[in-house]
C-alpha cells in the first residue's frame, strides 16, 4: 500500500501519521490493501486555482478528486486510486461549524474525496448523491469517526 500525504501549509502542522494509519487500515479493511493514492493539504488561494483549472469554477472548495480509474483512458494499474486535495482553511471553516474538531472534518473530507477515488458521485441526480452519502457513513464508521 502506498498512502502519499503532503501538508503544503508551513503554519499549520496536520496529524498527517494518524490520517494514514487511518486510511490505510479502511483500505485494507475495504478489501484493496495495494491501493495506491496521494493527498495534498493546501490553502484556498491553491485550491481556487485547481478548481478554475480542472472544474471551470472560480471558487475555493473543501476537496477535490482526481481518479486514476475513470475518463477515456482505461486505468494504469487497478489498484491506483488517484489523488485527494483537501483545503484546510475551508475545514477549520466547516469543523467551526459543526462544532467539531478540524481532525475530524479532515477524515470527513479524505472519506468524501475518497467515496470519489472508488467511483461515487454526488452531483449527477438526487439518488446518487443518496447513495454516496451512505457509502460516506459507513465508511466513517469502519474508520471510527
Not at 501519521?17 to 479502511?26: E, S, T
Not at 468524501?112 to 457513513?137: F, I, T
Request: proline share 3%.
Amino acid at each position: 500500500m502506498a498512502i502519499r500525504i503532503r501538508n503544503n501549509l508551513r503554519k499549520r502542522r496536520l496529524p498527517t501519521a494518524l490520517l494514514g494509519k487511518r486510511l490505510a487500515n479502511l483500505l485494507r479493511s475495504l478489501g484493496i490493501p495495494d491501493a495506491e493514492l496521494s493527498i495534498l493539504f493546501v490553502g484556498d488561494r491553491a485550491m481556487r486555482t485547481l478548481n478554475r483549472t480542472w472544474r471551470g469554477k472560480d471558487t475555493t472548495t473543501d476537496v477535490l478528486s482526481f481518479s486514476l480509474r475513470e475518463g477515456k483512458f482505461p486505468p494504469l494499474r487497478s489498484d491506483m486510486l488517484g489523488d485527494i486535495v483537501i483545503s484546510v482553511p475551508a475545514a477549520i471553516r466547516q469543523a467551526k461549524a459543526a462544532g467539531h474538531a478540524v481532525a475530524v472534518e479532515l477524515e470527513r473530507l479524505l472519506i468524501h474525496g475518497l467515496a470519489h477515488l472508488l467511483g461515487y458521485e454526488h452531483e449527477r441526480s438526487v439518488r446518487e448523491a443518496r447513495r454516496m452519502e451512505n457509502k460516506e457513513q459507513q465508511l466513517l464508521k469502519r474508520m471510527g469517526v
